[in-house]
């Protein structure tokens, strides 16, 4: 049981630093307003991501079945799509926005955050007056949603290989969902720090580090496209 225990939460941590899932929440954190809301997307991430492995599990675990090899490959189809358009909006964001970083006040509380004057003649001082993206944190998860539907397939049959029992698979699909989730938190702190500290002082490298991310984010894109889309055409 500890055996189960350790290798699920360190599996799960393990899991959540995989490439596009570090494209995915670094994509979704360039457009955050600071540290804390970076560490909710990565949360929401984790929340979607843990329950749909759950839950796709859970069916499969209860009707002994597995995921068919072309759903798969469609589903991490659909993750290809999804970072190249996460992506691409990262790198519009940038052409076609004059995004930079001012200090200001929600009541007692200070802190920095960036908005665009793209359109704008003079500088417009009630874009200060701004409602933090909600809007974010439900595409984090939505993205958590769409990587968990991708990676259900490989954790069921991991679990059904190296357990016999439905209930440790249960057991175990858990702690990997608790594993996920600390290691997307772990993760979106220390994507928040490079982020705060160029939005701070160093709005050029602030956006350099954006375009860097956007493009990651179109390349492993692309590279899930062609590994995957050829398996759907055969």
């Given at each position: 049981?500890?055996t189960i225990?350790?290798?699920?939460i360190?599996?799960?941590?393990r899991h959540?630093?995989?490439?596009?899932?570090v494209?995915a929440?670094?994509?979704?954190a360039t457009?955050s307003?600071?540290?804390?809301q970076t560490?909710?997307?990565?949360?929401a991430?984790g929340?979607?991501?843990?329950?749909t492995i759950?839950?796709?599990?859970?069916?499969?675990?209860?009707l002994g079945?597995?995921?068919?090899?072309?759903?798969?490959?469609v589903?991490?189809t659909?993750v290809?799509?999804?970072l190249?358009l996460?992506?691409?909006n990262?790198?519009?964001r940038?052409i076609?926005?004059r995004?930079?970083?001012h200090?200001?006040?929600?009541?007692?509380a200070?802190h920095f955050?960036a908005?665009?004057h793209?359109g704008?003649?003079?500088h417009d001082?009630?874009?200060?007056?701004?409602?933090?993206q909600r809007?974010?944190?439900?595409?984090?998860?939505?993205?958590g949603?769409?990587h968990?539907l991708?990676?259900?397939a490989a954790?069921?049959?991991?679990?059904l290989?190296?357990?016999?029992s439905?209930g440790?698979?249960f057991?175990?699909?858990a702690?990997f969902?608790?594993?996920?989730?600390i290691?997307?938190a772990?993760?979106?702190?220390?994507?928040?720090?490079p982020?705060?500290i160029?939005?701070?002082?160093?709005?050029?490298?602030?956006?350099?580090?954006?375009?860097?991310?956007g493009?990651?984010?179109?390349?492993?894109?692309?590279?899930l496209?062609?590994?995957?889309?050829?398996?759907?055409?055969?």
């Amino acid at each position: 049981m500890l055996t189960i225990v350790v290798t699920g939460i360190l599996l799960g941590m393990r899991h959540a630093l995989e490439a596009d899932h570090v494209a995915a929440v670094a994509a979704l954190a360039t457009g955050s307003r600071g540290a804390r809301q970076t560490l909710r997307l990565g949360l929401a991430w984790g929340a979607g991501h843990t329950l749909t492995i759950f839950a796709v599990g859970s069916v499969v675990l209860l009707l002994g079945a597995t995921v068919p090899e072309p759903i798969a490959a469609v589903l991490e189809t659909a993750v290809g799509v999804m970072l190249i358009l996460l992506g691409a909006n990262v790198l519009r964001r940038m052409i076609h926005e004059r995004d930079h970083f001012h200090r200001h006040r929600h009541g007692a509380a200070a802190h920095f955050h960036a908005h665009s004057h793209a359109g704008e003649g003079q500088h417009d001082a009630s874009k200060h007056q701004h409602r933090h993206q909600r809007a974010l944190t439900l595409r984090a998860l939505f993205i958590g949603t769409v990587h968990g539907l991708a990676g259900s397939a490989a954790l069921v049959m991991l679990t059904l290989g190296g357990i016999g029992s439905t209930g440790l698979g249960f057991s175990y699909m858990a702690l990997f969902g608790v594993g996920s989730l600390i290691g997307m938190a772990a993760l979106s702190g220390v994507i928040a720090v490079p982020l705060r500290i160029t939005s701070l002082r160093l709005t050029w490298a602030y956006n350099g580090l954006t375009v860097g991310v956007g493009l990651v984010s179109v390349g492993l894109g692309a590279a899930l496209l062609i590994e995957y889309v050829p398996l759907i055409a055969g």
